[in-house]
């Protein structure tokens, strides 16, 4: 195996696509320096050439990311665990045909079965969502435990988000009607009573006791950010007369906003805390359960979100878990860089966010987000009525796909369904539009060879995670200048593979960990193809054991073209495979 070992250096070089081909004496490719922002020391950054043949020696094994380790033997062909539609699709079309943005799919009445939850990870699920708005805890435990049964069972890789429901005014469940449609003129009764028997009809409950007295006649009563709208016409004690001036559909714990004067209404709302007593024991259930991520609703400030990871380390020590922050409110668009800063991911949760801005704002706050996650190294999930249509329909609206489009134009890290795959009608084909959507984006960029103008800015925190960051960041140029079939990286922690997704490069990321957590977790990021395998320190070792078992799957070929790095070494490797 031949290979080129650099460190934080460019090229200057034609694009050959076989180093194999070259004369021995022209294997060392020319590299010139990049200015860097801090002394280069040359000890810690060895330029080599070396070919090795030996067998690979024995490696670490992780179980399950628990940290207990021992020394194992070179495992058999079959050792490596490898997304089951990821290499269906690599053995089928090739590097070039994987998806870079991932999918998030809510699970509800209508994808909860084992069937139904295989048909969307064969579909393109890299993660599903449970929503803590509906359903009880035994219903989403059975959801969390059939998906992990699949990933174990069936060879996929996807993690699982909870999301809390937060403090904010929503309704009722309706009385366990699924639905239920307000029409232009009639009139419905919002109350802060219960009802021991079944509600009413046009009757909804409110979570918030202050309802009654915050709003006034004449204020504006909008549903799940306008889906239905209504006028306060009368009070009466504990029960708002409402009438409908924009019919629509509604839905179970839908959120409720009430505007006056053309503004938000806030008042006491604003006081009420962002985690609610009942989200403190979904999340004690989201850490026993083991999920991935939880996503914790209208965040204010950084403080909710930093209390909240002390919250988990304290309950669950070593446990890894990441903290999305869901930005859908007038305060967490005031806190923005600082909530993503202390989030371990975001979530424009465009729905409420126009429930609290002006419906023209979306657009331009969406871009901010994004924008800003990638360039503090943070995924970045776009959510809410991507496909709504779908619920009902079985094809998208034009508007929707030019929607969808943009946002994997922007180079979001994910895009998410909500009602589209938790009730619709059609949810398998709500996410093949997604799908198909984001490859002819993708391929697009490529084909058109689009450059970026957004800059990424120093996110290290520490010399060595600056040595790391610059490694990715020269490691994606080169891959982009040498047109490379994929990048390899060597990650126990998920970090130096964070840092590669970050630099968007134009081939496919495959992310080795020892870690089944780190594994999922890093299904969520952009343009990462997240292996498990045990490995070494021995970078050599590594690379003979992994072109082993992948070729062994037919997953790549002798001449394809990587490269190879790790946050163990400091280094870059760039090879033909064996």
Not at 217 to 231: C, W, Y
Not at 265 to 270: G, I, P, T
Not at 379 to 387: E, N
Not at 433 to 445: A, D, G, K, Y
Request: overall charge negative; charged content about 25%; proline content about 5%.
């Amino acid at each position: 195996m031949s290979a080129q070992s650099i460190h934080l250096l460019s090229p200057s070089f034609p694009s050959p696509r076989s180093l194999s081909n070259l004369p021995a004496s022209s294997r060392l490719l020319s590299f010139n320096p990049i200015n860097l922002p801090f002394p280069l020391r040359r000890s810690a950054f060895p330029l080599s050439c070396s070919c090795s043949s030996s067998p690979a020696s024995p490696v670490l094994s992780t179980d399950n990311g628990s940290g207990s380790s021992s020394v194992v033997t070179q495992a058999s062909p079959s050792a490596i665990d490898v997304d089951a539609v990821t290499e269906a699709e690599l053995k089928e079309n090739g590097f070039r045909s994987t998806r870079r943005t991932k999918l998030v799919c809510t699970v509800g009445p209508a994808t909860c079965g084992a069937e139904q939850l295989e048909a969307l990870a064969v579909g393109g699920m890299n993660v599903a969502r449970v929503n803590m708005c509906h359903g009880t805890r035994e219903w989403h435990r059975n959801v969390i435990r059939q998906v992990r049964k699949l990933n174990e069972e069936k060879g996929f890789a996807v993690a699982v988000m909870m999301d809390t429901e937060g403090s904010e005014i929503h309704m009722g469940d309706l009385g366990g009607a699924p639905s239920a449609k307000a029409e232009d003129g009639e009139i419905w009764t919002f109350t802060v009573r219960s009802f021991n028997s079944p509600l009413p009809e046009r009757t909804v409950n409110v979570n918030y006791d202050g309802f009654t007295e915050d709003v006034r006649i004449g204020d504006e009563l909008l549903v799940d950010g306008g889906m239905a709208r209504f006028e306060v016409i009368e009070k009466v004690g504990p029960d708002v007369k409402c009438r409908c001036t924009d019919p629509g559909l509604l839905l179970p714990r839908a959120n409720l906003t009430f505007w006056r004067d053309g503004s938000l209404v806030r008042e006491r709302n604003a006081l009420l805390p962002t985690i609610s007593s009942k989200d403190w024991l979904d999340i004690d259930f989201g850490i026993a359960e083991g999920v991935d991520f939880i996503a914790v609703s209208f965040v204010k400030s950084a403080e909710v979100v930093n209390h909240l990871k002390s919250y988990i380390a304290a309950r669950c020590p070593g446990c890894e878990i990441g903290v999305i922050a869901k930005i859908e409110s007038i305060d967490s668009l005031r806190n923005l860089e600082e909530i993503i800063r202390a989030s371990d991911g975001a979530m424009v949760a465009r729905g409420d966010m126009g429930a609290q801005i002006l419906l023209e704002q979306v657009p331009a706050f969406q871009q901010k987000i994004v924008g800003l996650c990638r360039q503090l190294n943070k995924p970045v999930i776009v959510a809410s009525q991507l496909l709504e249509s779908m619920i009902e329909y079985p094809i998208p609206t034009r508007a929707e796909v030019a929607d969808v489009s943009e946002a994997v134009r922007q180079r979001a890290d994910a895009l998410m369904l909500s009602g589209e795959s938790a009730m619709g009608k059609y949810p398998e084909k709500a996410l093949s539009v997604l799908r198909s959507v984001s490859l002819r984006i993708e391929r697009w960029w490529r084909e058109e060879k689009r450059t970026e103008a957004l800059e990424l800015p120093e996110v290290a925190s520490s010399f060595s995670d600056r040595i790391s960051e610059e490694i990715c960041n020269s490691a994606a140029k080169i891959a982009n200048n040498l047109g490379v079939d994929a990048v390899f990286v060597y990650t126990k922690t998920g970090h130096m593979a964070s840092l590669l997704s970050r630099c968007r490069p134009d081939c496919p990321i495959f992310a080795f960990t020892t870690s089944t957590t780190v594994r999922r977790r890093l299904n969520l990021q952009w343009g990462l193809i997240p292996f498990r395998l045990g490995f070494s320190d021995d970078m050599e070792s590594n690379l003979n054991r992994t072109f082993s078992l992948l070729k062994a799957r037919g997953m790549i070929q002798s001449g394809d073209l990587v490269i190879a790095l790790s946050d163990m070494l400091q280094s870059i490797q760039v090879m033909n495979v064996p």
